[in-house]
Structures are given as structure tokens and as C-alpha cells.
């Protein structure tokens, strides 16, 4: 005949609970962990594999996620037993151990026990038996507290919210302007270099101050910028439609963590950043330290450049196509030859060039193109250091030659069609434009005059 309908919620005192179906991929301990290391900076792929889960697992993570955590990090209390102490207590129950025997083994007290055993137990056998994953899923489910997020219960807010965000651009006198015509949302990032979408785009942040102005006295129009951004990246809230998140500045169809925006290279040391390079070449007083970046055109085009800090001396990097050039091919090798070798023997050639006392120091960002810096610093005798991630302002000064070189060498075009001997010209004009910072001597002359004085 069976047992009764509901004689399992009256042995264990729990209301009827759902079947958990298919066992979890993960316990929520273990969704904790790949969570904090994506928030160390690891890769989607590092995290599942030090987690313990597929690839894929991880990648749907963290989509279904938004890039943002769906557990909490935060440590459980020791109040609450733990999957670990779950483990223990099904080992002892099943050596025949009493309650008060595992109460003393595990360290708790045997009311708790007691409680555990009866509440948490699978009952889909027909009788009350302990397993260690089955308590964990039962108590992580009676544990959720879930609560309505706050522009789902509030229409007018949540009505507020999505004008700001993606509500039409307008002339001065109320028409509405539609913009350029764009491609439906396909659940990725921003396209690159087409058309976006318009609209009045505001930031979360602003969304959020503008709030307390525009309705000073009414505390239900009231939100965090943070919950905004829960709001269109995590799927479970809902609140929301996901495709909104094209009117962010940034266009990203998920969030980035910061410690893996910050994260430099591998090929990067702490004995190479900036902070080790000599207090003589951030003065400027003696000549020799070079700042050196790529200005990039289209198929993947680059010319190097190196700005000398003192003198505002300037050398442009022929890096010529390669010989088996083919159209640019999408996530393809690049069309000119910047690649870690061809940028290391177009340094090397340019600056052995110059006399040793002006080959002290070269200062790059961490773009892949210096990998081989290491050989460079033998072949040469140059030290190079790095700047930290996204930090292009400490290398302001190559920084401005790059913005005066776009005159000749403009955004979008092919700059593979440069010869050797263009590079030179432009760089002869560069440094033979006078300069205020140098009491308006060219740079040509005060590299000039720094070589006489050394003679």
C-alpha cells in the first residue's frame, strides 16, 4: 500500500519539497570558489579547471551570471554545518554511529544533529536515509531568501530607469531622431567599428543621483547604480530586458572583472614595471630614456614609434607587410610584421643606431609585440621597462607624438603602404618642428647639441 501522502513532511517537519532531479554540477561552496577567482583575474577556463568543472560549466557560469557572482562570497558562519561536516555525519551514520557519538566526532551539539538527520534526509526511498549531497541541496534550498528586485515590484521606477537608458535621441524642438540603422542585439558585445545605437544612454550612476533630484520626497523612486547593472546582467532578475545593455557606454554583453582588466602579461615581471626605472629618466635630465608604442591602421597595419624623453627626438619603426601577405582573415595573424620578433629586430636596428649614452632605457606598454624584450635587452644593452595595465599616461610623452602623427598617418588607413623611407621623412619633419618645451629649439637641435656637449 505504500506510505502516506504526507507522512515525509510529518517525519521530517518540512513542508513537501521539489525532487532535485539530475545531482548539481556544483555545491554553492563550489560555485564560491570559481567566483573569487574570477574575481583574482583568472580566465573563465582557469576557474573551472581549478573549481573542478568542465569548461563549458564555467562558461555558462558566467554568462548566465552576467560576469557578475549568483552566490554569495562572503564565508559561511559557523553556525551553519558544512558539506564537509555533511560528509562526516553520513560516514558516521552509516558505521552505525549513534547521534551523541557523531555530536562528539564532529563537534556539535547533539540537538543539532538530531535536526539534521530528520530534516535533511532523502525520503524518495520510503524511508529516512542520510546522504551528504541530498542534506547540502536541502539546505541550500531552504536557505534562499529570494527577494523581488526593486524595478520589477516598481512600475514608474522601472519605467524611469529604461527611458534613461534607452530613450530616444531628440532635436531642440521635441522630434525625435532615430539615428543610423543597426543590426538586432545578438547577445555580444558592441560591434566593432559600425554603427550603435542611439539613445539618451545614460549611466546607471546617473540614473541613480538624478533620482534624488527629481523626486526629493518620494523614497520609492530611489535605487543604487549597482542594482541597475544586477538588473541588466543577471538573468535572474529580470527586471530588465537584457538587450538594454547596448545603451551602456561600454556596449559590454558582460561585466569584466576588475582584477582581470588590471592583469598585465605574462611575460611581465615586477623587476621591469615603471616603478623600477631610474629617478633620472622621469626628471628628463639626462637623455637616453625612450617611451615606444604602435600606431595601428587597418588589415592590421602598424608603424613603431620611439620618443626620446628628454629631447623630444622622435624614430618611426618601418614594419613592412610579410611576404606571404593575404587579406585580413578575422582573429587571423597580423598583416605587417608586429609581431614579437619583427618589433624586436626593428628597435634593435633603429637604436643601435645611436651612441651608447642614448641607450639607456625604453619604456613600453604591455602589448604583446614586446615579448621578446628580453633579447632585446641582450642584443642592445637596452633596459626595458613596462607601464602598469591601462595606464597609458605614464608614457605621456610618446603618447602626445603618437596624436601628431595621426596627421600623416590617419585612423582607418592602411599604414602598410608606407615605405621606409616615408617613415623617415615624417620623422625628419617631427623633429624639425621647433617645440616650446625646449625654448622652442627643434628636437633635432637639442639632440644635437646634448651629442656636442658629450663630445
Partial sequence: MGRP?????????????????????????????FW??????????????LTGVSEAVGVRWFRDGGGMPTVSLAPLSGRYLSFAEREEIALLRARGAGVREVARQVG????????ELRRNAATRGGKLEYRASIAQ???????????????AAGERLREYVQERLSGQVRRPDGTAVPGPATRPWNGRNKPRRQDRRWAKAWSPQQISARL???FPDDDAMRIS????YQALYVQSRGALKRELVACLRTGRALRVPRARSQRGKNFVSEEIMISERPAEAEDRAIPG?????????????????????????TMLLHLPPSEDRQPRVKNGPPVTGHGGEAVRDAIAAAITTLPEQLRRSLTWDQGAEMAEHTKLRIETGLQVYFCDPQSPWQRGTNENTNGLLRQYFPRGTDLARHSAEDLAAVAAALNGRPRKTLGWRTPAEALNDHLTNAG
Fill in 5 to 33: 501522502k504526507e507522512w515525509a513532511s510529518e517525519m521530517t517537519g518540512r513542508p513537501v519539497m521539489r525532487s532535485p532531479g539530475r545531482p548539481w554540477v556544483a555545491s554553492r561552496a563550489d560555485r564560491a570558489v
Fill in 36 to 49: 573569487l577567482a574570477i574575481a583574482d583575474g583568472m580566465t573563465t577556463v582557469e576557474a573551472a579547471e
Fill in 108 to 115: 556539535r551539539s547533539p540537538s543539532t544533529i538530531s535536526r
Fill in 137 to 151: 541541496w536541502k539546505a541550500e534550498l531552504m536557505a534562499r531568501r529570494p527577494k523581488t528586485a526593486k524595478l
Fill in 212 to 214: 534624488c533630484l527629481d
Fill in 225 to 228: 547604480h549597482e542594482a541597475i
Fill in 289 to 313: 630614456h625612450w617611451e615606444g608604442d604602435l600606431i595601428l591602421g587597418t588589415d592590421r597595419s602598424a608603424i613603431g614609434t620611439l620618443v626620446e624623453r628628454s629631447t623630444r627626438f
